[in-house]
């Protein structure tokens, strides 16, 4: 059965740095691309990042350039995230989702397959 | 990118049908054929509903369906249940690697 499972969240004050990790079982991780969601509390969710299968490239909402970092390890099928010069803004529920799967050959790449239960951030003095 | 437009609310009686609509722009919806839809009750991570405009996963009712006109998608409700009353979200594709999700619509079963 397919499961990720998030952790590293907290409370940190502004400026400081959290890194999150989603470790995967159940399903193939290596092939996959995986993303980094978000859910401020109350609010809609919005795209944060994602890593490709071998880890080569790495896409980031602007918001979050220069300060973020996604990556993964995948002997250890883990994704991460490292999150450096946190903001108030940047509370919120962190969801890692698997991108898209492959079936008989044919992969459908542009959604968000299958999701973590989340963890939370909260940035805060 | 900005957040693609859903409407806040939208309501039906049990076995009625809804439809919930998500209007973006032609650098997302209207540019490519990848719009998801997702369904997040209280406290729980969403769940993929629909894809690719009209995809559904294995395990997903039938009685979910999507489809896209221009620069808007819906995602239809029929014979609604007391189970579909959840948050609804949709997404695109917007290009260059980047993804855009709707605020939300809340789908009350009456």
């Known amino acids: 059965q397919m499961q990720l499972v998030e952790s590293g969240g907290g409370v940190v004050q502004p400026g400081k740095s959290l890194r999150l990790s989603c470790a995967a079982s159940?399903?193939?991780?290596?092939?996959?691309?995986m993303h980094w969601v978000r859910q401020a509390p109350g609010k809609g969710l919005q795209w944060v990042a994602l890593?490709?299968?071998?880890?080569?490239?790495?896409y980031y909402t602007e918001s979050v350039k220069g300060r973020f970092t996604i990556s993964r390890d995948n002997s250890k099928n883990t994704l991460y995230l490292q999150m450096d010069n946190l903001r108030v803004e940047d509370t919120a529920v962190y969801y890692c989702?698997?991108?898209?799967?492959?079936?008989?050959?044919?992969?459908?790449?542009?959604?968000?397959?299958?999701w973590g239960q989340g963890t939370l951030v909260i940035v805060s003095s | 990118q900005s957040a693609l437009t859903q409407p806040p609310s939208a309501s039906g009686s049990p076995g009625q049908s809804v439809t919930i609509s998500c209007t973006g722009t032609?650098?997302?919806?209207?540019?490519?054929?990848?719009v998801s839809w997702y369904q997040q009750h209280p406290g729980n991570a969403p769940k993929l509903m629909i894809y690719?405009?009209?995809k559904r996963p294995s395990g997903v009712p039938d009685r979910f369906s999507g489809s896209k006109s221009g620069d808007t998608a819906s995602l239809t409700v029929s014979g609604l249940q007391a189970e579909d009353e959840a948050d609804y979200y949709c997404?695109?594709?917007?290009?260059?690697?980047?993804?855009?999700f709707g605020g939300g619509t809340k789908l009350t079963v009456l």
């Open positions: 997404s695109s594709y917007a290009g260059s690697s980047n993804w855009v």
């Open positions: 690719d405009v009209t």
């Open positions: 032609s650098s997302d919806i209207g540019g490519y054929n990848y």
């Open positions: 890593v490709t299968s071998d880890g080569s490239n790495k």
């Open positions: 989702a698997k991108r898209g799967f492959c079936s008989n050959g044919v992969c459908y790449a542009y959604h968000f397959d299958y």
């Open positions: 159940g399903f193939a991780f290596s092939p996959y691309g």
